[in-house]
């Protein structure tokens, strides 16, 4: 959860970065750069909640069989 929250956090920043970037006029590439490292920090958000989801999905089956098989 950690995790999460700073990549929301850095995706935030990114974010902020890239619209002062175009707003100030200072190139195309650095408005791209930022652009492009806000893609990055977006996939890898959207990563971590897979990962999480199927930690959380494991442990559910896991206990489930668990309960099967001692009855």
């Not at 190139?27 to 909640?49: K, R």
Request: glycine share 12%.
């Amino acid at each position: 959860m950690i995790g999460l929250g700073v990549t929301g956090v850095l995706l935030l920043l990114t974010f902020v970065t890239g619209a002062r970037a175009a707003r100030a006029g200072g190139g195309p590439v650095q408005a791209i750069l930022a652009h492009l490292l806000m893609l990055v920090i977006w996939m890898t958000g959207l990563t971590l909640v897979v990962v999480i989801q199927i930690t959380v999905m494991t442990k559910r089956i896991l206990r489930a069989i668990e309960l099967a098989w001692k009855k």
